[in-house]
Every structure is written in structure tokens, then in C-alpha cells.
């Protein structure tokens, strides 16, 4: 019998708590669609910086919300747009950007010319109180792109933003195109040193550039066409093409006396910091207008927002096209709001909303949304937060583990980190720190921990002066090998094939193990191993032996068309909590699950065959039980021997000695058949905080019309086997018998009674539980 280890988990339970949120959310109206469950996760990233994680299922699907909420009042905190450090212009991913700007999270910022590697982003940008560049296109006609200001009194602002640059001699006047916006250079633009410090990048980039230098209000020099020039320290650059200055600036000479007119709609000079986004989302606490540039439905989005007080900064991203819905201009504008905003913009949205972010456990900021695109597309800006307080004496400990789950013969890596009072990351050596482990034997190597014996164990680090960090892991023995590919072809005599083997546990949890297994080839003349590539030597089939930890998986192998061999069956380990389940005086629970037992087809059946039937299928259920479940559509209506539960066709929960057995209904999904069912079921579960949770459904969640909701309902399933549950899921379904287990959930199908054309199944089961304080047992039952 498996027997959970709680003790140091349940002393973490506080800290947990406050970090980890596992919300039955009920129905709700959040927007047209209802949200019937939500799961957050949140933690602190740095002082003044939370980031969060709210996944949720709503009636018109899941909905993917990703949150940074920053304190504007921590001093040490800073907030701004940058670029590219690589080349003024380059569009490069949100991950590489804000990594190499130094900043600890942030999102993607302005909207951009999308051609082309080299762009600009639409908006003005101010940085530190300087000017770092400004367009003078965007909404001269009507309102588009909003902008987020901060003025220097450290008042938020969000607006339209508008500028015109014009460059006069005695002469003539011409309008500037931009402020450091590097496009397509038809217009001239103002090229200073916030760009760049000469003009080297933008003649690779663009032939017969011609440059102005002005120094102290005069043009010092004019360069010759694709003249390469340095940007003047104090002083600036107008760059124009050849055939601009040909045809509308060979006015101007060197030693004109010239003047720079910049107008905007907020003065330049009283901007903290500027950055540019799409249109305007929330003003005052209500949502604005949407504007043309807006895209219309649910898409993927992105948005900053500041809150009434102007203390706290909200940066969000929300998934779309795929998995996730995304959010209309609506939805954004209310998930915003309920975040905190009180005024805000949205940035640039679809395949470009991306989210970075560092936490205490990683060393540079990492992806944390799914952009649309499949990867992360390069943009032109990011606004990030940066921390600037130093390192410091480190106040807390942490503790990592990149093996959670190991097995017997493979080693488990933690490692120990520092946090100071910012919560900035310092290195502690191993030798430094003292290892306890609770609940198995092992060896330790540095931060190598080889457990010696199995079970669920925690490891207690401590450092310095009675600094302490826990990490939960597992070793359980191994229970079955899988190749990746386990039938493979090879073309031709030569050829070469590599084999992957993943090692599961006996609670269904995979490690790889590909450079550990014991590779032995059935038929040497056909192929030869060396490591795990195989190389054909001859035509023919042969299969490949996989040995790792007692047992075998087998890879076939054929070469230059030839027949296949078979090869014989992969072996595996008995779940350690399948054993006889015999009911006796002992204080425990007993419960016996069965199938489908009414015949749901249009064939003609024998009426006498089916009640005989029936009632053998019941006895068997009834005997040696206290409760009985009947899992599927069942047409017995006299009283059962003892208590039972019978499926209806909707949602059911009962709450019996220790165990939580919940009916869902889900023939088109959870969410199709019944979406107010999430919330049902973790709030009955909680409620009931029962060890042993027993879901009985009509589908798999494998065989779910979508994939996305499978794997949402995962999710939820494998937060309860993280909280020490052990979880069934029990399907109801077809005509065979199955068991497997995946991430320490427990998945088995009871075949239907009937066949489709009216006749008995042969291969019925059931299944009986015993539901003790000591854990849980149960036993597949042929009847």
C-alpha cells in the first residue's frame, strides 16, 4: 500500500497558501462569456513586483491572463521602454530585448512597421527625462495611438499624443518625418546621439544618405551622398536621402544659422517617461472608445494601465488564437479594471503580446505566455521593470529542484540560492549549505542528491544563521520503459536511427533515461548499436532490447523495405495500489465502481438475457460493499442491498469516509456538456478535503473534442496530486478494460455491458475500493 509522507508539507501549508491560489471561481459574468473556474498562481518577483498567472475556463472556453502589477512607490523600482542593444532599429524577440537591458520582466510595447528586420515604433518614446525619439504621422487626423506619460511630478498620463518638427534656415522651412524613427528615409528625420554615435548602421542600410551637422543652431557640415559622419556630441543631425536634399533641401549651405521647432501636445521637457501603444482602453475608470486600429473580436492582447492613486503600474497579456480565447477591446478594458487599472492603453497586440519574467528561481527572465505565432516575434520595443537596488546581505533562502520526480539509479539536482531584501538573486556554494532529508535514504555530490531507498521525501536546506528552504520530490521505482519511436524504417543498408527511452514510475511521472538504458539488438547482422544510434548493416528486421531498472521496452527495426518482426511485449510493474480489496471489520471504507449496465443501442436484446444480465453485474456490485456506484446511464430501480450513487446523466458528489467520488458529465467535454461543473467539483472537493478524490465520467479526458480542455482539466487533476491526493479518474465507455497512470493520476476504463448490437460483453469489469487512514487500495474485478 502506498503511504503519503506530509509532515514537512503540511508545516510549508502557510507559505503555500499565500503564494498558490486553487480557485473554484462558481459562475460568474465576467463578460459575455461566464468564468465557472479560474487557477491563479502568484508570486513576488522583487520587492514591489507580483507576477500572476489566472488561467481560466469560461462558458466560451479557456482564457489564458498573465499579470505584472508593479509598486510605482518603491524608489528602487524603475519602469521605461527600451530597444534593441544590438543595432538602433532591429527588431529583436521581448526575451533578448529586455535581457540585455538588464530588466527582471516586461512585456512588448509600441506598435511597428512590420516589414523588413529594421523598424520604428509608432509612438514617442522618453526615457530618464530625455528624448529618445518621436514620429510626427500618428494622429494628425484623428486619434489612433494612445500614449502612457509620466511628467516629471510623477503624474500618469495617458493620451493621444501628437508632434511636428520642422528645421528652418533664412529660406525655407521643412517638415521633420521624425526624432530618431528610423523607416524608409523618403523624408528627413533628426538623427541624434540617442540613436546612435554615427551613421555607420544607417548606410548599411540605405544608399546615398545625406547628412547635416548642426552644431550651436548652424549647419557645421554637409556630407557627401552615402558619406558616412559622426553624430556631434552637442549637436544633432539631419539626415535626409539624395534625392530629397536634391530636390527639396539643397537650400540649405554650410554656416546657415538654423532653427529646430518641436511641438507636441505635452511639453518634451516636463516628460519623465513616454512610451507609445494602440488606442486608449480605460479613461477615468471607464472604457474608452475603441479606435480604428483596435482589432476587432477576441485576439490576443497586450495593455499597460495605471491605477487611480497613480501607485500601482499593471501590465497584462492575454493568450489567443489557440488554447486561449484572447479578449475583445471590452474584455480587456474589464479584466484590466478588475486588476486595478483606472486609466489605460492597449499595446501592440496579436503575435506580438509576449510576457518575460524572472522570478527568484531563474537566472534572466524567461517566456511565460504563449504567443500566437509559435515562437516569439521580434518587435521593435518592450517596457520593462527594472530593480536598481544593489545586492545586498542576503535575507532569505531558496531552494530549486530540476528533477522533481527521479527514480532509483538516476540523481536529483537542488540548488540553493540567496535573496536580499530586493529579493535580487546571490550564488551560495554548496559546501555552504547543510543538507536534511525527510522520508528517504540517499548520498550527496554538491548539489547532486542520489536517493538510496523510495518514497516521497523533502529536503530541508539550511544556511548561515538558521536560514531554512524546503524542496518536495519523489523517488518511486520504476515501472515501465517507452521508446519514442518504437517502430522505425530505415531506407538503405548504412542508414542510422537513434532510440529515446523515457523511464515512468509506478505514479506514472517520466525521466528520460536514453543514455542509461542497456541497448542488446535481437538480430546483430541486420544493425549494430553504438550508445542509442542503431546503424543498419543488412537488409531485413530486427528489434532493439531497452533495459533500464528491471524492465524492457522494445524497438523494431526494419531496413530496405523489408518484413517486420514482432517483438515481444514491453514488460511493467504492478501499481503498488492495485491489491485485493476484501471487505472486512476493520474500519475502513469499502466502494465498488461498475460500467455502463443499460443498453443505449437500437439493436433488438433478449429481455430475459438482459435481466440475468444486469442482475449479475449487480450482485457483484453490491457484495462486500458500502457503497456502490453505478458509472454510466442504469436502468435498475429497485433499491440497492446498500447505499449507492447512480449516474444521471449531470453532475453528483458524495462525500463518504475519507473519499470524495465525483460524477461529471462530459460526453462533448466538460465545458460543452456542462461548464458550471469545474466549479462545482473543486468547491465540493475542498469542501469535503478528503485525501482520496474518485472522479466517474462517460469520457476520458484523452477522447475530450478538444485537446486544450484535456489538458486544462489535467491541470486541475495534478494540483491535487502536488496537494499529497490521490486522484482516479474512471471512465465509462466502449467495450474494453484499460488502466494507465500519467502524473500521478490514475486513469482506467470500465467497459459498457452491452455491445452495439445488443449483446453481452464478456469483458466486464468493476472495480473495488478500500478507503482506509493508512491510503487507498483497489482492485480491477473480471465479472
Request: proline share 3%; hydrophobic share 35%.
Amino acid at each position: 500500500m502506498k503511504k503519503r509522507f506530509y509532515g514537512i508539507k503540511r508545516l510549508l501549508a502557510a507559505f503555500v497558501a499565500a503564494t498558490l491560489t486553487f480557485t473554484a471561481a462558481g459562475v460568474t459574468t465576467v463578460f459575455a462569456a461566464q468564468t465557472v473556474y479560474e487557477n491563479k498562481t502568484q508570486e513576488t518577483i522583487t520587492r514591489g513586483v507580483t507576477y500572476e498567472k489566472n488561467s481560466r475556463m469560461t462558458t466560451d472556453g479557456i482564457q489564458d491572463i498573465y499579470v505584472l502589477t508593479i509598486d510605482l512607490t518603491e524608489s528602487t523600482l524603475e519602469l521605461k521602454e527600451v530597444e534593441s542593444k544590438t543595432e538602433y532599429g532591429l527588431k529583436e524577440t521581448v526575451q533578448k530585448m529586455l535581457t540585455d537591458n538588464g530588466a527582471i520582466a516586461g512585456v512588448n510595447s509600441d506598435f511597428f512597421g512590420m516589414a523588413g528586420t529594421y523598424s520604428a515604433g509608432f509612438g514617442p518614446v522618453v526615457r530618464d527625462g530625455e528624448l529618445v525619439s518621436a514620429g510626427t504621422s500618428i494622429n494628425q487626423d484623428k486619434n489612433q495611438y494612445g500614449t502612457y506619460v509620466k511628467d516629471k511630478n510623477g503624474n500618469s498620463i495617458f493620451t493621444y499624443f501628437k508632434t511636428t518638427v520642422k528645421f528652418s534656415n533664412s529660406a525655407k522651412t521643412i517638415d521633420l518625418a521624425s526624432i530618431n524613427k528610423v523607416t524608409s528615409m523618403v523624408f528627413p528625420i533628426l538623427f541624434n546621439r540617442e540613436a546612435a554615435t554615427s551613421t555607420a548602421d544607417l548606410d548599411k542600410r540605405f544608399d546615398n544618405l545625406v547628412k547635416f551637422v548642426v552644431q550651436n543652431n548652424t549647419i557645421t557640415y554637409i556630407s557627401q551622398k552615402g558619406e558616412t559622419v559622426e553624430v556631434p556630441e552637442n549637436g544633432y543631425l539631419i539626415v535626409m536621402s539624395g534625392d530629397y536634399y536634391t530636390n527639396a533641401a539643397s537650400v540649405f549651405k554650410v554656416g546657415d544659422p538654423v532653427t529646430l521647432q518641436v511641438s507636441s501636445t505635452l511639453d518634451f521637457d516636463q516628460i519623465d517617461t513616454a512610451f507609445g501603444g494602440g488606442g486608449l482602453l480605460l479613461l477615468d475608470g471607464q472604457e474608452a472608445p475603441a479606435t480604428d486600429i483596435v482589432a476587432a473580436g477576441r485576439q490576443p492582447r497586450t495593455a499597460f494601465g495605471v491605477s487611480q492613486d497613480g501607485t500601482k503600474a499593471i501590465m497584462m497579456v492575454v493568450d489567443g488564437r489557440g488554447d486561449s480565447i484572447g479578449a475583445t477591446h471590452s474584455e480587456m478594458a474589464a479584466l484590466m479594471k478588475e486588476y486595478g487599472a483606472y486609466e489605460a492603453l492597449h499595446l501592440d497586440g496579436g503575435g506580438s503580446s509576449t510576457m518575460v519574467v524572472q522570478t527568484v528561481d531563474d537566472a534572466a527572465p524567461q517566456l511565460q505566455n504563449t504567443p500566437s505565432d509559435g515562437a516569439q516575434r521580434k518587435v521593435i520595443a518592450s517596457v520593462g521593470v527594472f530593480q536598481t537596488a544593489p545586492k545586498g546581505e542576503i535575507k532569505e533562502i531558496g531552494i530549486t529542484t530540476v528533477n522533481q520526480h527521479t527514480q532509483p539509479g538516476k540523481t536529483a539536482e537542488f540548488t540553493v540560492y540567496g535573496l536580499d531584501e530586493y529579493k535580487n538573486r546571490i550564488y551560495i556554494a554548496p559546501e555552504d549549505v547543510t543538507f536534511e532529508v525527510v522520508g528517504v535514504e540517499g548520498t550527496w555530490d554538491g548539489y547532486l542528491f542520489q536517493p538510496t531507498t523510495t518514497g516521497e521525501y523533502s529536503v530541508v536546506a539550511t544556511y548561515g544563521d538558521g536560514l531554512t528552504a524546503v524542496a518536495n520530490a519523489t523517488c518511486y521505482p520504476t515501472a515501465r520503459l517507452k521508446a519514442t519511436y518504437p517502430d522505425v524504417s530505415i531506407k538503405n543498408v548504412g542508414g542510422t536511427t537513434n532510440i529515446y527511452v523515457t523511464a515512468y514510475d509506478t505514479e506514472g511521472f517520466g525521466r528520460a533515461v536514453t543514455n542509461d538504458v542497456t541497448y542488446t539488438v535481437a538480430n546483430p547482422a541486420i544493425g549494430t548499436m553504438n550508445g542509442n544510434t542503431f546503424t543498419a548493416k543488412a537488409k531485413g528486421s530486427t528489434y532493439v532490447k531497452c533495459s533500464w531498472a528491471g524492465q524492457d521496452t522494445y524497438v523494431t527495426i526494419t531496413v530496405g523495405g523489408a518484413s517486420k518482426v514482432t517483438a515481444p511485449a514491453s514488460t511493467s510493474a504492478a501499481d503498488p495500489l492495485q491489491q485485493t480489496v476484501t471487505k472486512q471489520n476493520d474500519g475502513a471504507f469499502y466502494l465498488n465502481i461498475t460500467g455502463e449496465l443499460k443498453y443505449t443501442g437500437t439493436g433488438k436484446v433478449d429481455a430475459t438475457t438482459y435481466n440475468a444480465q444486469r442482475s449479475r453485474v449487480r450482485s457483484a456490485a453490491d457484495s462486500g460493499a458500502d457503497v456502490t456506484v453505478y458509472g454510466g446511464p442504469c436502468d435498475i430501480t429497485t433499491p440497492t442491498v446498500q447505499d449507492s450513487l447512480t449516474w444521471n446523466g449531470s453532475y453528483r458528489f458524495m462525500n463518504r469516509d475519507g473519499a470524495s467520488v465525483v460524477l461529471l458529465a462530459a460526453s462533448q467535454g466538460i465545458r460543452k456538456t456542462d461548464p458550471s461543473q469545474y466549479g462545482r467539483f473543486t468547491q465540493d472537493i475542498a469542501a469535503a478535503g478528503n485525501d482520496t478524490i474518485i472522479f466517474v465520467t462517460d469520457k476520458t479526458p484523452s477522447d475530450y473534442p478538444s485537446a486544450a480542455e484535456a489538458d486544462y482539466f489535467r491541470a486541475i487533476l495534478n494540483k491535487y496530486v502536488e496537494d499529497g491526493k490521490t486522484v482516479f479518474v474512471v471512465s465509462c465507455s466502449g467495450n474494453a478494460y484499460w488502466a494507465s497512470t500519467k502524473d500521478g493520476v490514475r486513469y482506467i476504463n470500465l467497459p459498457d455491458l452491452w455491445r452495439a448490437d445488443g449483446t453481452a460483453n464478456s469483458n466486464v469489469y468493476m472495480l473495488k475500493f478500500r478507503i482506509a487512514d493508512d491510503g487507498v487500495t483497489y482492485q480491477p474485478v473480471k465479472v
